[in-house]
């Protein structure tokens, strides 16, 4: 039993070890796996993210927008309600789906040319943020459906865009390493709980492996006080005085 | 040993505060209104506003808070206060909601359902709020108010969010929302309807037949009144199985006076401040009525449990307000 058990920590330990690695290999000292920048043809004023596109929560995402000539870029993300409400009318590049690393679906949708108000005054982003040339956002996606949507602020539009776009998880390189030290430890204990394992005992064949293997010693005591130890097969020589474990 | 047991207990705390990662299964776009936070700081944004013009007695800074014929009475209300002289009533306590309710939309518009107390009023303000785009901004568009002592039915919750009642959904009431506000109209409208069967003589119903009656009192004038449902934009599903429908009726108040005789009404009265010159042909009031009903689930007939109302408009008159 002590051999199975120890063997079945071992064997979770080492799983969780290699787990740990594999996170620590994936996301590097950073936490997070980085594609870009990557180019996106469009000479229009939205990019956005359809909802269902982005299926993941609680994963960190970092994106950057950067255009050409220092024009005046917006990125932000909200809940699908709001940021399709917003630019529902407007001409746009729709991302419709996404693999990894950066293979994008992408479909143009038809609309007017300018958008309903500045996506800057509205309160409903998650994260938002704008910049000359460029901007960037760096969210935990919630678990609720989200869209990202990169805008064109003023009067440009958005020729010459590129996204780089950088996902994992917050603090997942020191998450991979507690996995992979828990692993070794729970390894280790499970390698140790194995191999203080007893000889086995049997009893009419019976084969016992929790069975504790117990030491019989006989002593002698002499007219001095001091012990001697003594086989079995002396004992008939001596008189019995006292037996330990005997009630 | 110790650091041992301390190694594995660091790593096992790591661990637990770690967010996995994971995919939905629920890709839907939906959203709950608004957060408490943010319902908070509407309402905090709402009194301001009403206080600057009330301060002022100018009902424009209104516009940029309310709307549609909740923003008609409020401005009737002023232009009354404005020609006869009064003060608009400042609210300078804290913003005490004793409840509020925020629905689940898959688009716009949204809105959401808060009961504001005015303590010094002794009224629940039953209010809604609402964002028509992602663009605008949240605007008061009802506010029927019930006395302190009203109770206000309880509104069923799913998810944390308060559920709410299509227009045309009659499911386990005696009638749909839009029908209550149909069978309301015409019952205020004409006592003797059918429709007066269906629902229960409340106050709000007493109180504007009463009205009505001593209008039509007057002595050679010929009186008559109509009453029109707008369209039920606004129900909450309550514990009850019931509805909590808020509606808005559009009042018509028409005089119609014989030669050499004129119609005026008492210094300081709404109506004087609309039709100042008084009616000597032909004049009308118009007034919006925001009514709170509750219809009970199974075959409960419906029942206003409070009101906000008041002249919008005067036409006809000498000098009329339009």
């Known amino acids: ?247 | 040993m110790r650091w041992r047991r301390m190694l594995v207990a660091v790593c096992a705390l790591l661990l637990a505060a770690c967010a996995v990662p994971h995919q939905r299964d629920d890709a839907k776009p939906d959203k709950i209104a608004a957060r408490e936070a943010e319902v908070a700081d509407v309402l905090r944004g709402y009194r301001e506003v009403r206080n600057s013009a009330a301060e002022l007695l100018d009902s424009k800074p209104l516009s940029t808070v309310e709307t549609g014929a909740l923003l008609a009475i409020d401005t009737g209300s002023f232009e009354v206060s404005q020609r006869l002289a009064q003060t608009q009533e400042l609210e300078t306590g804290r913003v005490e909601v004793t409840d509020m309710a925020t629905p689940r939309f898959s688009k716009y518009p949204l809105w959401f359902y808060a009961v504001v107390r005015d303590r010094a009023l002794g009224v629940n303000r039953v209010q809604i709020f609402e964002r028509t785009s992602s663009a605008d901004p949240w605007l008061l568009t009802s506010s029927p108010q019930a006395l302190a002592d009203t109770s206000l039915p309880e509104v069923r919750r799913r998810k944390g969010a308060a559920v709410r009642v299509a227009a045309d959904d009659a499911t386990g009431m005696s009638m749909s929302a839009q029908a209550v506000a149909e069978s309301y109209a015409a019952a205020l409208a004409e006592p003797a309807a059918g429709a007066s069967a269906d629902i229960a003589d409340d106050s709000f119903i007493q109180q504007m037949r009463s009205t009505a009656a001593t209008n039509a009192g007057l002595e050679g004038v010929d009186f008559s009144q109509t009453w029109e449902a707008e369209r039920v934009r606004y129900a909450l599903r309550t514990a009850d199985g019931g509805a909590l429908v808020f509606v808005t009726f559009l009042r018509q108040d028409t005089d119609t006076v014989p030669d050499g005789l004129k119609i005026t009404w008492p210094e300081g009265s709404p109506q004087q401040a609309f039709l100042s010159g008084g009616i000597e042909d032909s004049g009308q009031l118009n007034y919006y009525h925001q009514v709170l009903i509750h219809l009970p689930g199974g075959n409960g007939k419906p029942r206003a449990l409070g009101q906000y109302g008041g002249v919008v408009s005067g036409d006809g008159g000498a000098s009329s307000i339009r």
């Open chain 1, 1 to 247: 039993m002590r051999t199975t058990s120890g063997w079945a920590v071992s064997a979770l330990g080492v799983l969780l070890a290699l787990l740990g690695a594999a996170v620590m290999v994936f996301l590097g000292p950073d936490s997070r796996v980085t594609t870009g920048p990557h180019p996106i043809e469009t000479d229009d004023i939205a990019v956005v993210v359809a909802p269902g596109a982005i299926r993941w929560a609680d994963l960190q995402v970092d994106v950057l927008v950067e255009v050409p000539v220092r024009k005046p870029v917006f990125i932000g993300i909200g809940n699908a309600v709001d940021v399709q409400d917003f630019v529902g009318k407007t001409g746009r590049l729709e991302v419709t789906g996404f693999r990894h690393p950066w293979d994008l679906t992408m479909r143009e949708v038809d609309g007017e040319p300018n958008l309903p108000g500045a996506p800057t005054a509205l309160d409903w982003w998650i994260d938002s943020a704008a910049g000359l040339g460029g901007a960037s956002i760096s969210t935990q996606l919630p678990d609720e459906t989200v869209s990202i949507a990169v805008l064109s602020v003023g009067s440009s539009n958005l020729a010459g865009l590129e996204v780089t776009l950088a996902y994992g998880v917050k603090g997942g390189f020191t998450k991979g390493l507690a996995l992979l030290l828990l692993g070794v430890e729970l390894a280790w204990l499970g390698f140790l709980r194995w191999r203080r394992r007893p000889e086995r005992a049997t009893v009419d064949g019976y084969v016992d492996e929790d069975a504790v293997e117990e030491e019989v010693v006989y002593v002698f005591v002499d007219e001095d006080g001091v012990e001697h130890e003594v086989g079995e097969d002396e004992l008939s020589k001596f008189e019995i005085v006292d037996e330990e474990g005997k009630p």
